[in-house]
């Protein structure tokens, strides 16, 4: 099945075929035509399942339509929990939209990068506007931006932003938006909360399942393989080399670790990098793009890069340091295997990790095999006391503030 059944436009069809998206994915095949009869809709699809374009296209169609030449008002606002999320939404509208006769104008609205740039593209008037929630209200703060002209409203990861806690935020930007628009809502999770925040900015809204789209696991060989901690390095660059890996994504537990190893894979020939919260959001930017582009071939990261980054292509994905979390695991393994590809997921497992290792595989029903590598000594200790990972009770910081302090929000 093709992108054909839509009907879609020539300009669109053909930014479809540039961008390889030759068959539409399961909540596209829904979406699509659900956002073109005006209802307003609830999704729960996670990230990978192709949900970003699920509501790019059909939104573009509509305003492909315009052709006048007058002061480009906004027609769509779309809310995304993070900034990395912000810029991907706005990137697929541009890459989309870049045979259409006019140029759409449209700005992502995200802290971390000056204010006055994106205040100047507003009041020149843009078409699209995709946004976290503090940065939009900043803006509609300084009475510097007219969203009464807004027919699409967009909540991109709804679950994440009140899992953050932007309950507030979300029902300020609600108050100021025009009551006649369409609603379109994605979470992958559909908790009270979701359900709460659904009912006041939607009514009457079409429900759409989307199963197991999330990280086709099934389509990731997940491997767990002993290793001495100080052995890690040369495990990974044995591992690259054996397997042909040409695009590797490593997961590590800090920041300072991601910069060491990256230094010392650059000085052994690798194409490597770090990415963590501690980089401005202009150096972050261009790693993406540069590991996107293949011009990186190792990215080094903290879990900043573990949710809704779309970056295809990956070969593997590496925990080199287990999550702290057991959903993180998902998370990070999702990064391979996208959008139908096949991909490997490796776990590096020393004592003290197993017994956190063994609780991820409980809570996701998985039984990975657990390797020894030739050449790479590890001697198991059976019944070693583990090291906790808990933090101290009381001490624990929001996931919101954790998010911060990485640069996130
Ligand atoms: P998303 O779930 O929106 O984060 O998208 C996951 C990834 O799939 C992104 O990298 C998209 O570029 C890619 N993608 C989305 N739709 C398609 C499609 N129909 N064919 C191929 N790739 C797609």
């Keep these: ?187 992958a999770t559909y908790s009270q909360k979701v359900i709460d925040i659904a009912s006041k900015i939607t009514s009457n809204a079409v429900k759409v399942e989307i199963k197991d789209s999330t990280t086709h696991v099934e389509e990731i060989t997940q491997r767990a393989i002993f290793v001495k901690k100080e052995d890690r390095s040369a495990l990974l660059r044995h591992l690259i080399k054996e397997n042909k890996f040409k695009s590797v994504l490593v997961f590590m537990a800090n920041k300072r670790a991601t910069d060491n190893i990256a230094n010392k894979f650059i000085k052994k020939g690798y194409e490597a990098e770090s990415f963590h919260g501690d980089l401005t959001q202009e150096e972050r930017n261009l790693t993406l793009n540069d590991f996107k582009d293949k011009k990186i071939d190792i990215l080094f990261s ?36 996208r959008a139908g590809k096949s991909g490997t997921a490796i776990s590096f497992l020393d004592n003290e990790n197993l017994s956190h290792f063994k609780l991820i595989e409980k809570r996701y029903n998985l039984d990975i095999k657990k390797e020894q590598i030739e050449g790479f000594d590890f001697t198991l200790l059976k019944n070693t006391k583990q090291k906790g ?17 990485q640069g996130l929000l």
């Design 302 to 337: 903290t879990d900043i890069a573990s949710r809704g980054l779309h970056i295809d292509d990956i070969d593997c994905v590496v925990n080199f340091d287990l999550p702290r979390g057991t959903e993180d695991y998902i998370h990070r393994i999702g990064r391979t295997a």
């Design 1 to 187: 099945m093709s992108f054909d059944i839509f009907n879609l436009s020539l300009e669109l069809s053909k930014a479809l075929e540039k961008n390889n998206y030759k068959t539409p994915t399961p909540v596209q095949k829904e979406v699509i035509p659900l956002v073109k009869t005006k209802q307003d809709i609830m999704v729960q699809a996670k990230t990978g399942s192709g949900k970003t374009a699920s509501f790019v296209i059909p939104i573009l169609e509509t305003l492909k339509e315009n052709k006048d030449n007058k002061k480009a008002k906004i027609k769509v606002l779309v809310l995304a929990p993070t900034r990395e999320l912000t810029l991907q939404i706005a990137e697929s509208f541009s890459t989309l939209s870049r045979f259409f006769p006019k140029v759409l104008s449209i700005v992502s609205v995200i802290g971390g990068e000056k204010i006055g740039e994106q205040l100047l593209k507003i009041q020149k008037g843009c078409d699209i506007v995709v946004a976290t929630p503090g940065r939009l209200l900043d803006i509609i703060g300084k009475k510097q931006i007219d969203l009464s002209t807004i027919e699409y409203f967009v909540l991109d990861e709804a679950d994440k932003m009140l899992d953050l806690g932007f309950v507030q935020e979300l029902d300020e930007i609600l108050k100021i938006i025009p009551k006649n628009r369409q609603n379109l809502l994605f979470s």
């Design 389 to 405: 990972t808990a933090p101290v009770k009381g001490k624990r910081k929001s996931k919101k503030d954790k998010l911060r302090e």
